[in-house]
């Protein structure tokens, strides 16, 4: 990518900058151990460790259910935490409005309809699609929701041309609510079972990936994570307005279109795999940004992409430990977490409009 000269961060010193991503990473690094030591069976810390390291476990059964169970749930939710924080992290300065994201721009529910539209063509096919194509279904699910987020992406990305801010997320909103309703009329013509399946997928959660899964998710966030990092320089000169980027040498016209491919990435295989999960492409970047206090990529995409991670192992902490005979949806909590995050910024907003300091 090309190399933009700027200006120096503004907020924290150094010595506060190292303070605040020590404390993130060690704020991610024990979300890590206590999703694989709390659940329904506790399991004490160093066994957790020792099992991690290929060590003696005080019990085998253990072994099992870290290895088997948590350990592929928590990366999951690590790398799809830090994925969408990424991704909201990108359309915010791609679209240069902080309350933009995968979610509130339609791009999740355009994955959500092209899962949908891919397991209607299954169906119909008697379940041969994904052979005669020579690919397994996992890859076949990935690739149907990249491809439905991307088009999502496109449609906003030819609006943002046309329209205001306000008008930009009503129809991030319009279009979010129209694949809803798409996909609820294409479970209409699969069968029971197949819609038992959808269902269960649609509603966020980071339990359902097992290590097979991985194989094909961590590597499509791979991708689409170190093509956002090599966009910073050049997100951090599109801050400053299209004509600015240009004049610093970089490609805006490229640039938008890395962009739109490692939102897809990010999060079209994170809904893929997860379901959709609400409020975290919006609200992480904010609070990074809070916590930070710098306008550079540099630092704000590593820690979004650490808060990311934490926050939603965290959330998905919470939503697989009962409370009493009762377990939280994962979304209920990221909905409790990140909406507040939204009317602060649409508050923040009108009172600037104002005129208020």
Same mark, same amino acid.
């Given at each position: 990518?090309?190399?933009?000269?700027?200006?120096?961060?503004?907020?924290?010193?150094?010595?506060?900058?190292?303070?605040?991503f020590?404390?993130?990473?060690?704020?991610?690094?024990?979300?890590?151990l206590?999703?694989?030591?709390?659940?329904?069976?506790?399991?004490?810390?160093?066994?957790?460790?020792?099992?991690?390291?290929?060590?003696?476990?005080? +019990?085998?059964?253990?072994?099992?259910?870290?290895?088997?169970?948590?350990?592929?749930r928590?990366?999951?939710?690590?790398?799809?935490?830090?994925?969408?924080?990424?991704?909201?992290?990108?359309?915010?300065?791609?679209?240069?409005?902080?309350?933009?994201?995968?979610?509130?721009?339609?791009?999740?529910?355009?994955?959500?309809?092209?899962?949908a539209?891919?397991?209607?063509?299954?169906?119909?096919?008697?379940?041969?699609?994904?052979?005669?194509?020579?690919?397994?279904?996992s890859v076949?699910?990935?690739?149907?929701?990249?491809?439905?987020?991307?088009?999502?992406?496109?449609?906003?990305?030819?609006?943002?041309?046309?329209?205001?801010?306000?008008?930009?997320?009503?129809?991030?909103?319009?279009?979010?609510?129209?694949?809803?309703?798409?996909?609820?009329?294409?479970m209409?013509?699969?069968?029971e +079972?197949?819609?038992?399946?959808?269902?269960?997928?649609?509603?966020?959660?980071?339990?359902?990936?097992?290590?097979a899964?991985?194989?094909?998710?961590?590597?499509?966030?791979?991708?689409?994570?170190?093509?956002?990092?090599?966009?910073?320089?050049?997100?951090?000169?599109?801050?400053?307005?299209?004509?600015?980027?240009?004049?610093?040498?970089v490609?805006?016209?490229?640039?938008?279109?890395?962009?739109?491919?490692?939102?897809?990435?990010?999060?079209?295989?994170?809904?893929?795999?997860?379901?959709?999960?609400?409020?975290?492409?919006?609200?992480?970047?904010?609070?990074?940004?809070r916590?930070?206090?710098?306008?550079?990529?540099?630092?704000?995409?590593?820690?979004?992409l650490?808060?990311?991670?934490?926050?939603a192992?965290?959330?998905?902490?919470?939503?697989?430990?009962?409370?009493?005979?009762?377990?939280?949806?994962?979304?209920?909590?990221?909905?409790?977490?990140?909406?507040?995050?939204?009317?602060?910024?649409?508050?923040?907003?009108?009172?600037a409009?104002?005129?208020?300091?």
């Amino acid at each position: 990518m090309t190399s933009v000269a700027m200006p120096a961060a503004r907020g924290a010193t150094s010595a506060a900058l190292l303070t605040r991503f020590a404390l993130l990473a060690a704020a991610t690094a024990l979300a890590f151990l206590l999703e694989l030591a709390v659940g329904t069976v506790r399991i004490p810390f160093s066994d957790v460790v020792s099992i991690l390291s290929g060590g003696a476990s005080t +019990d085998e059964s253990w072994r099992t259910i870290v290895q088997t169970v948590r350990l592929p749930r928590a990366l999951t939710a690590a790398t799809g935490g830090a994925a969408l924080g990424a991704s909201g992290l990108v359309l915010q300065t791609l679209f240069r409005n902080r309350l933009a994201g995968p979610w509130l721009l339609g791009v999740t529910g355009g994955a959500r309809l092209g899962v949908a539209l891919m397991i209607v063509a299954v169906s119909w096919s008697g379940y041969f699609l994904p052979a005669q194509l020579g690919i397994p279904g996992s890859v076949g699910v990935a690739l149907s929701a990249s491809v439905g987020a991307l088009g999502a992406l496109l449609i906003m990305a030819l609006a943002a041309r046309r329209v205001g801010t306000v008008s930009l997320l009503l129809l991030g909103v319009m279009i979010t609510f129209l694949a809803t309703g798409a996909s609820s009329v294409l479970m209409h013509l699969v069968s029971e +079972d197949q819609g038992r399946v959808w269902e269960a997928w649609n509603d966020g959660n980071f339990g359902g990936v097992t290590w097979a899964n991985l194989r094909v998710l961590l590597p499509l966030l791979l991708l689409g994570t170190l093509l956002a990092v090599a966009l910073m320089k050049s997100l951090d000169a599109l801050t400053l307005g299209e004509r600015y980027a240009e004049s610093m040498g970089v490609s805006v016209r490229r640039i938008r279109w890395v962009a739109l491919a490692a939102v897809a990435l990010l999060s079209g295989a994170t809904t893929a795999f997860c379901g959709v999960v609400a409020f975290l492409d919006i609200a992480v970047p904010q609070i990074a940004r809070r916590i930070i206090a710098s306008t550079e990529h540099r630092f704000l995409m590593p820690a979004t992409l650490l808060l990311g991670a934490a926050l939603a192992m965290y959330a998905d902490l919470l939503a697989h430990v009962p409370i009493g005979n009762r377990i939280l949806h994962l979304n209920a909590i990221t909905s409790v977490l990140g909406a507040p995050v939204v009317i602060w910024m649409l508050l923040r907003k009108s009172g600037a409009a104002n005129g208020d300091t």
